[in-house]
């Protein structure tokens, strides 16, 4: 009966080539290779084998749509198309300047062998980092809306191996402490997840170009499968709603032979679109001090009152600050009115009024006449739409007063943000949800009409968009510094040393490196060495690093405090040196336009000796390295204090011996000579 129906569904079947084996497309240099096959019932499957080996076996395709049947089963596989990309490009800004897209792609049209014969196009695009896949509605005649309910798309692990993974749908969204886990042990994951497979390849899955849709989550299912999972809509939405056409983000798998390869790997970036926005250079990557911590230590307040920060005086003083060395920025957070009921509502917040001992006209003028800007704050409470009213009075306020840069904050639990939705009313929302999603490009595309680049906190997961919106500078998007004032517990010594592996693989983070100031709210103060503060500026990616602690503990610290004022935050190329996935890493960083090295190196509770060479400096040149390491006695439990800083002559031929204490790591200025 079931072929009988089937043979009928071919011959009314609208003129479509089929391929006639399961089409496969490899990557540039033959190492990975992917194969689309469908079941006997005709669902699609995808799976990636690299050296011959499986590392994704036969995985699920499709979708779960909540008023029409589902799309998955049936599908007829279409005869593939394929074709080559070979570019390399620019960067404005970044950890590297020249980044090669190389991949090979494969287009299919998966249709329905029934009526009324609904259709979309898989494309697949391979390269030796790993691979993107995504879906592509076209426009047609039945299938003119989507209303998703779920992703079916699966990631069935070939082989066991270790992952690292925070929890979705947590009410502290992104922030938070990671498992390390077998693969069968994970639960409800966010993404990045990175694995170790049992033959050493690491992998990790993430996405790239989140655009108009939900932020995929992973949960398990059974053994070693991990299904999609949509961050929920809100109030009765779908989890996606889209007119075709119309295209998702790209699945991604970045797969390498060590940890190292995975922080190299420019996958997500290659994913994304060119850049939209043109001439970016008006935003500059700079270091930049703030009116911050002083808030976060409880010493002042963000509410206008006797213990306010954001006063004027206070701002002269951290401008004053910033001009003697060097720093670009000064942010300002508790500028304007409506702090004093805000946590997750954010009802009162004007981002066009300050409060009355903020005399914005002034400092913006003395902060142009030292050479510094000003760094606008806008914190919604999570109150995305109210903040979208106020967008351009906020925007053109900024533009006058000279700034450049707005952090953004969305705090409030998840599920409890707000948004506009597709009917144009308030909703509830998740933060990653697509009204929250469309929410965020809204902000970064009109700042960069009032040429405004935009850093949000409690943001949506970096995918990738500042290559086609280069004013999308940084985020947080995971447990940052912040945690270490008042956290219980604060950021544990494996916290840093993990993030660069996963976190850290989606794109720049507003970490706030750089405490001195180890005794703080949280119950174990700051539980790392100075040494290992000094080299977060070099091991975290982001071409805007702050200058945290408060004046006087880097004014009483002129040795360690003078390779915060060094270190570069634009590089012409950066190369991971060493590095396990939550144990330790060493990166070096050249500066763009310059011939300077930097090295940073974490380890985490556990001291190490790593050997290095110095091969990745320039041939032929000798350097000056300004050395600051743990002291011997050091100890992110102890003498979190004690660093030795020195000098010494080396060339790319020598190799250095890094000593890292426990909870340590050590920071190398390289100087041209
Ligand atoms: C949380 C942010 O991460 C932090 O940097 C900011 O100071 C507060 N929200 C207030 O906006
Ligand atoms: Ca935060």
């Given amino acids: 009966m079931l072929t009988r129906l089937f043979a009928l569904a071919i011959l009314a079947f609208p003129a479509v080539a089929l391929s006639a084996t399961p089409p496969v497309v490899t990557s540039p240099d033959g190492r990975i290779s992917v194969q689309l096959s469908a079941s006997t019932d005709g669902r699609a499957a995808y799976a990636v084998s690299r050296d011959g080996k499986p590392i994704i076996a036969p995985s699920p395709l499709g979708f779960l749509l909540t008023d029409a049947p589902k799309l998955d089963r049936g599908m007829l596989i279409g005869e593939p198309e394929f074709s080559q990309f070979d570019e390399t490009w620019e960067q404005p800004w970044g950890e590297r300047r020249f980044i090669r897209n190389h991949y090979n792609q494969m287009r299919v049209t998966l249709t329905e062998n029934f009526k009324p014969f609904r259709h979309f196009d898989v494309v697949f695009r391979v390269y030796d980092d790993g691979l993107g896949f995504r879906y592509e509605f076209p426009e047609q005649e039945n299938l003119k809306e989507l209303k998703i309910g779920e992703e079916l798309t699966e990631f069935d692990l070939a082989q066991d191996g270790t992952a690292w993974w925070i929890a979705a749908g947590e009410f502290n969204r992104e922030e938070q402490l990671y498992n390390r886990t077998t693969v069968g042990e994970v639960g409800y994951a966010q993404t990045p997840i990175t694995f170790r497979l049992a033959d050493g390849t690491h992998l990790s899955i993430h996405e790239a170009a989140l655009v108009d849709y939900s932020g995929m989550n992973l949960i398990h299912v059974e053994k070693r499968r991990l299904k999609a999972a949509l961050t929920p809509g809100s109030d009765g939405f779908a989890k996606v709603e889209r007119a075709a056409p119309f295209n998702t983000p790209w699945r991604t798998l970045q797969v390498g032979d060590n940890a190292g390869a995975l922080v190299e790997s420019s996958l997500i970036l290659n994913l ?3 850049n939209k926005l043109g001439d970016v250079s008006w935003f500059r990557p700079m270091k930049y001090a703030g009116v911050w911590w002083e808030m976060h230590l409880d010493r002042k307040t963000w509410e206008y009152g006797p213990r306010h920060g954001a006063t004027t005086e206070n701002v002269k003083k951290h401008i004053d600050f910033a ?3 060097g720093f670009g920025g000064v942010l300002v957070e508790g500028w304007n009115v409506g702090w004093e ?7 009162d917040f004007d981002f066009a009024k300050p409060y009355p001992d903020f005399d914005f006209p002034a400092l913006a003028a ?4 030292k050479g510094v800007q000003l760094i606008g704050h ?4 999570g109150n995305a ?5 106020q967008l351009d009075a906020a925007f053109a306020l900024d533009r006058k007063m000279g700034v450049h840069a707005v952090k953004t904050g969305y705090v409030a639990d998840a599920g409890g943000a707000r948004a506009y939705g597709r009917d144009g009313k308030v909703h509830l929302a998740w933060h990653e949800g697509q009204d929250m999603v469309r929410h965020h490009l809204k902000v970064v595309t009109e700042a960069a009409k009032y040429q405004i680049a935009i850093n949000p906190h409690e943001p949506v997961k970096d995918t990738g968009l500042r290559r086609t919106y280069p004013n999308w500078i940084s985020r947080e998007g995971a447990r940052g510094g912040e945690y270490d004032a008042w956290g219980q517990p604060g950021n544990p010594p494996e916290h840093v040393p993990t993030m660069v592996f996963t976190r850290l693989l989606a794109g720049p983070m507003d970490y706030t490196p750089g405490i001195f100031g180890m005794k703080t709210r949280s119950p174990n103060g700051v539980q790392t060495t100075w040494a290992k503060q000094l080299a977060f500026y070099v091991t975290i990616y982001s071409p805007i690093q702050m200058v945290p602690d408060l004046v006087e503990n880097y004014e009483a610290n002129p040795g360690p405090f003078q390779f915060i004022k060094d270190v570069a ?11 396990e996935v939550g144990d330790y890493v060493t990166i070096a960083r050249k500066v763009r336009g310059g011939n300077d090295w930097f090295l940073g190196s974490i380890t985490d509770e556990n001291p190490r000796e790593l050997k290095v060479p110095l091969s990745f400096l320039d041939k032929g040149r000798k350097y000056t390295a300004q050395i600051y390491r743990d002291g011997p006695d050091a100890d992110w439990k102890g003498k979190r204090e004690s660093i030795v800083i020195e000098q010494r002559e080396v060339t ?3 190799t250095l011996t890094l000593k890292l204490a426990p909870g340590g790591g050590q920071a190398i200025r390289f100087m041209a000579h």
């Fill in 341 to 347: 009921d805000w946590f997750g509502t954010g009802f």
């Fill in 569 to 579: 935050v634009d590089w012409e190329e950066s190369k991971v040196l060493n590095g």
């Fill in 378 to 381: 806008h914190e919604t409470g």
């Fill in 366 to 369: 003395y902060a142009k006449s």
């Fill in 385 to 389: 739409a109210h903040y979208e009213d």
């Fill in 652 to 654: 790319a031929g020598d």
């Fill in 323 to 325: 001009a003697e060395n």
């Fill in 272 to 274: 994304n679109e060119p």
